[in-house]
C-alpha cells in the first residue's frame, strides 16, 4: 500500500476536524500540492483540474455571482 | 471562512487529487486505455472552459463591457450548464474499461443534456450580449466546448 492509497483511505474517517485539525490538513494538502508541482511540473490549477476539482470551483464562482447579481437586482424592500 | 468549510474543501481536494493521480491510467500497452483518456481530457477542457469563461464574465463586468443583466442571464445559464458537465464528468471519469453498448447509451443521454445546456447558453446568454467585443469573446468559449463535446462523436 502507497502513501496515496493510506491518504485515500484515512480521509473519509476524519470526523469534521475542529480549526487545529483543519491547518494540519491544509499544511499537508499544501505539501501534497507542492510535491505533485515539482514532480509533475503542473501548476496549481493543472492539478486541480486533474484532480477533477475544477467544476466546483466553478460552482462555488457562479453562486458567489448569483448571490451579488440577484442581489443588485432586488434591492431590499422598504 | 470557517474551518469546517476549509477542511471539508481541503478533504475533497487531497481526495480528489489523490485518486485523479495515482488512479488514473497512464499504462497503454493494450491500446485499450487511449479513448478513455481522450474522453477524460475532453471532459477536463469543458470544466477549464467554462472556468475561463466565468473568469472572463467577470472581467467584462467590471469594466462595464457587461450590463448586470447579461452577467445574471450568463451566470444562470453557466451553472445550469456547469450541473450538466459535472455528471457527465463524473460519469466519464468512473470508466475504467472502454464502454459497452449500454453505458454509450447512457453517456450519449448525459452528453444529449451537456449539448443542450450549452446550446441554451449560447442562444439565451451568449448571442444577446450587446457589447460585440464581449459576445465575440464569450463566443469562443462555447467553441472551445463544442469542441470537446464533438470528441465524444464516437459514441454514437
Redesign the interface.
Known amino acids: 500500500m ?1 502513501w ?2 493510506i ?2 483511505n484515512l ?2 474517517l ?1 470526523p ?4 487545529g ?2 491547518t494540519v ?2 499544511q ?2 499544501l505539501e ?2 507542492g510535491r ?1 508541482k515539482s514532480q509533475t511540473g503542473m501548476t496549481t490549477e493543472q ?13 462555488r ?3 458567489e ?2 448571490e451579488r ?2 442581489g ?2 432586488n434591492p431590499p424592500s422598504s | 471562512m470557517k ?2 468549510a ?3 474543501g ?13 488512479a ?1 491510467p497512464n499504462g497503454n500497452s493494450d491500446g485499450t486505455t487511449d479513448p478513455l483518456r481522450k474522453y477524460a481530457k475532453a471532459a ?1 477542457n469543458m ?2 472552459a ?2 475561463s469563461m ?1 473568469k472572463a ?2 472581467s467584462l463586468a467590471q469594466s462595464n463591457r457587461l450590463t ?2 447579461e ?2 442571464r450568463l ?2 445559464k ?2 445550469t450548464a ?2 450538466a ?2 455528471t457527465f ?2 460519469r466519464v ?1 468512473s470508466l475504467t474499461v472502454a464502454p459497452d453498448a449500454g453505458t454509450k447509451a447512457e453517456l450519449v443521454n448525459l452528453l444529449s443534456n451537456v449539448t443542450a445546456t450549452i446550446n441554451d447558453l449560447n442562444t439565451g446568454g451568449v448571442l444577446g450580449i450587446s457589447n460585440p467585443e464581449s459576445k465575440q469573446k464569450m463566443t469562443k468559449f462555447i467553441d472551445t466546448i463544442n469542441a470537446a463535446i464533438a470528441v465524444f462523436s464516437s459514441l454514437q
Do not use: W, Y
Open positions: 502507497d496515496m492509497t491518504i485515500v480521509l473519509p476524519v469534521a476536524p475542529g480549526a485539525q483543519a490538513l491544509a499537508l494538502a501534497l500540492i505533485i492539478i486541480f483540474e486533474r484532480a477533477g476539482l475544477t467544476l466546483e470551483e466553478n460552482k464562482m457562479l453562486l455571482d448569483l447579481l440577484q443588485s437586482h | 474551518p469546517r476549509i477542511s471539508t481541503l478533504m475533497l481536494l487531497l481526495v480528489a487529487a489523490c485518486l485523479s493521480l495515482t488514473c477536463d470544466a477549464g467554462i472556468n466565468i464574465k467577470r448586470p443583466a452577467e445574471l451566470t444562470e453557466l451553472l456547469n450541473t458537465v459535472s464528468n463524473t471519469k
